[in-house]
């Protein structure tokens, strides 16, 4: 085991930190050091949400020593954000793992990446939030199916952060020689087949467990041992 390694789990900027708690819980009683940021923004703030974010990650690791590899660990939404994350923290990047996430593309909106992963599905979403409306706006009921646990369904509702169509239409950037480091991808659901498609023709290490979108929510041990094994088949064993 890497004593120098730091997983960082990043939550999408739609839900809070409870995504990542059960795993994160998992991964500290195995002895892994483990960073669970909560991403943060202000609506009276200049800058861009995924500046703030990417922000928001570099407050977490302030203490971390600058010279400790760095893991960056994305569900979700936050999967365009970990360019930009690399960019704001001084640590080395070990490796980059997606979990059921979104692949950045360079100046795209997370808008864009919706067409580019469910077309038809994205223009009416589109018109949804032209119209006003802000999202995600799932219930208790509309969650049952995918976290069967009451009180954890509960929590993951209070957490919840609609957001408008400037959220959904905001250009995230991407470094040019971006990724830096070896990339994973691990795949939940089926709604991230484009997503996980990709990552196989860019020969990433890739992994599948099927399950809902908060799979870790329902069984956090398995994917915590996915996650682990996804990194180690994605580092070069001189890494190690």
Not at 53 to 79: F, I, N, Q, W
Not at 84 to 99: C, D, K, M, S
Not at 174 to 188: H, K
């Amino acid at each position: 085991m890497n004593n120098n390694l730091v997983y960082v789990l990043v939550h999408s900027p739609l839900v809070g930190r409870l995504t990542w708690a059960v795993v994160a819980e998992e991964m500290h009683q195995r002895g892994l050091q483990v960073i669970l940021p909560a991403l943060a923004d202000t609506p009276d703030s200049k800058d861009p949400f995924w500046k703030q974010h990417a922000e928001s990650v570099s407050r977490a690791l302030v203490e971390t020593p600058k010279d400790s590899l760095v893991t960056l660990v994305a569900h979700s939404g936050a999967g365009p954000l970990l360019p930009v994350i690399r960019q704001a923290i001084p640590n080395p990047v070990h490796a980059y793992v997606f979990v059921d996430a979104g692949i950045p593309h360079d100046g795209a909106t997370r808008l864009d990446l919706m067409k580019l992963e469910a077309a038809d599905w994205a223009k009416e979403f589109q018109s949804y939030l032209e119209e006003g409306g802000r999202f995600p706006n799932w219930s208790n009921d509309d969650l049952r199916e995918i976290v069967p646990d009451k009180n954890m369904r509960d929590q993951l509702v209070a957490e919840l952060r609609p957001r408008g169509l400037e959220f959904f239409t905001e250009p995230i950037p991407v470094f040019e020689g971006w990724p830096d480091a070896p990339c994973a991808y691990i795949q939940f659901s089926a709604a991230y087949d484009k997503p996980a498609q990709q990552a196989r023709e860019a020969e990433w290490a890739t992994d599948a467990l099927e399950g809902g979108h908060f799979h870790m929510l329902v069984n956090a041990s398995a994917v915590t041992e996915l996650l682990l094994n996804a990194i180690n088949k994605s580092i070069p064993t001189s890494h190690e």
